[in-house]
């Protein structure tokens, strides 16, 4: 009735003419309803914009609630005992203000390894959790995830005390070899003048552990403890002999362990065997290679043998005396140029 009167003044004050079948208002009548108007007015001004976050969803609310919970209770949102509200409900409500209802949601706590528990929490950080339920975390505890994850539904929380130690352990340092160049030795062979040593180191390792078992270590420094000692090796430089008034040249000398075989057949390089072919391993000398043998003299390496592996050879004579007599030798077998 208020609204439809006003309507009527506004319109009679517009037009400046009164309707027809109305009669002239009188002062006290005219009144009463700008007054009606003003008060119409000013309660639709007093009519305050908030917003409600529920669940991060965002839902603005003209409202003339005085507080939170009369805010809460005309949009018709129930809390549980678990859920919180900030401001609380308590709060006056003012304009323009954001109000965040945050729901209960499960979790569960591994609490050092072995206890479980199992909360319903409206925190909205796992830092918020851990408080709610008196857990204190210090710098020796580990928290998976972090202390700032937000929380949600079903997250599992793992609470565990993190021990910093240290352990030593020794540890072997390699040596070096140096290599002096020797006239006096042939090519190929070696000699070591001084063996090498390992030295001794200590390391000293930072160790953590969750729960009593390790899960990282982080080597802090190493100590010396014993230096190594380089081993001293000379190589041979010489490249040519002379044998029975004859001088060759070789590329390398090896000691082999050297039997005798004699037979028919064929060889490995398809030729049939005859005096000055030699067994090899391909592996150590390749087959072609011409070569001189201490005490058989020269030969061609042509065959090999199932037994006839690293510095082995095996040397062919015509008679099984001359096998007999040669045996078995520990010679030098050079390899020519």
Not at 58 to 84: C, E, S
Not at 127 to 151: C, F
Request: proline share 8%.
């Amino acid at each position: 009735m208020g609204l439809k009167a006003a309507d009527v003044v506004r319109h009679w004050i517009t037009s400046r003419r009164l309707p027809i079948r109305f009669p002239p208002p009188n002062r006290l009548w005219l009144s009463a309803t700008l007054v009606l108007a003003m008060m119409t007015t000013a309660v639709a001004v007093s009519a305050k914009p908030v917003t409600v976050l529920v669940h991060g969803k965002a839902v603005v609310i003209r409202t003339y609630a005085r507080t939170v919970g009369d805010l809460l209770a005309q949009a018709d949102v129930r809390l549980g005992p678990q859920d919180r509200v900030m401001p609380p409900e308590d709060s006056p409500l003012y304009r323009g203000e954001v109000i965040r209802v945050s729901t209960a949601v499960p979790v569960q706590i591994r609490l050092w390894g072995t206890k479980v528990l199992d909360r319903l929490t409206a925190r909205e950080t796992v830092a918020g959790v851990l408080k709610e339920n008196g857990i204190e975390v210090g710098p020796e505890v580990q928290v998976e995830p972090g202390l700032t994850a937000p929380v949600e539904p079903g997250m599992e929380i793992s609470v565990d005390r993190l021990i910093i130690g240290t352990k030593t352990k020794n540890v072997p340092l390699p040596f070096s070899t140096r290599q002096i160049s020797s006239p006096a030795l042939f090519r190929g062979i070696d000699r070591i003048i001084r063996p090498g040593r390992p030295g001794v180191a200590r390391q000293v390792w930072q160790v953590a552990f969750l729960d009593g078992t390790p899960v990282r270590q982080t080597l802090i420094r190493t100590e010396t403890v014993r230096p190594p000692q380089d081993q001293v090796v000379e190589v041979g430089a010489l490249g040519e002999v002379s044998r029975g008034g004859e001088v060759f040249r070789f590329t390398r000398v090896i000691e082999v362990r050297a039997t005798a075989y004699t037979g028919d057949g064929y060889t490995a390089s398809g030729t049939v065997p005859r005096p000055g072919t030699v067994a090899v391993d391909p592996r150590v000398i390749p087959l072609g290679s011409r070569l001189y043998v201490e005490g058989y003299g020269y030969g061609t390496a042509l065959d090999t043998g199932g037994a006839i592996s690293g510095d082995r050879v095996d040397l062919y004579f015509d008679s099984m005396r001359e096998v007999d007599e040669w045996g078995v030798r520990y010679v030098k077998v050079f390899v020519l140029d």
